[in-house]
């Protein structure tokens, strides 16, 4: 009789157990999924003027990843954070002074910086071009003054 109700209750334990780990399908259903993307980096002393910023180490098309849906500004933002790269951000909060020790107007008062992704200057500010899969980030030091536009 003992063991018929050990067996009884183990039996009855089993069943708790697995009913409390099946959890509710519809919930898991309803939870966004996040996907992650890869990109990569630069961060240069851009070609094509006169402006050689010394004491300046680059960073030559580094891989990482981010979620889905991110723009260049948060892009470069966690990249920096996570390599211990020094980096400041405008005061209106949609574009970067300083990156890796080289501020804007250093140099002169058309030196800063520029970002172009995957070659290519946009049209819209750092905080609003949103990454796909593969884009490949470039900031670049530069001087306006001889930059073709």
């Known amino acids: 009789m ?47 003027d006169d402006i050689t910023a010394e004491d300046f180490t680059p960073v030559e098309e580094a891989p990482f990843t981010v979620e889905e849906g991110t723009n260049v500004l948060d892009a470069t933002q966690i990249y920096c954070v996570s390599n211990d790269i020094p980096f400041e951000i405008g005061p209106s909060g949609d574009y970067i002074t300083s990156l890796n020790g080289l501020t804007e107007k250093d140099y002169s008062d058309s030196t800063g910086w520029i970002f172009k992704v995957n070659g290519e200057s946009g049209s819209l ?11 490949k980030i470039s900031w670049e030091f530069i001087d306006f003054s001889n930059y073709s536009w």
Do not use: H, R, Y
Not at 12 to 27: F, H, I, K, R, S
Not at 125 to 135: C, F, K, M, Q, S
């Open 125 to 135: 500010g750092a905080d609003e071009e949103i990454l796909e899969n593969g884009d």
């Open 2 to 48: 003992k063991k018929l109700l050990s067996l009884i209750l183990i039996f009855v334990l089993c069943m708790a157990v697995t009913a409390c780990n099946e959890g509710d399908p519809q919930e898991a259903a309803d939870e966004p999924s996040v996907s992650s993307i890869n990109v990569s980096i630069s961060i240069i002393d851009g070609d094509g």
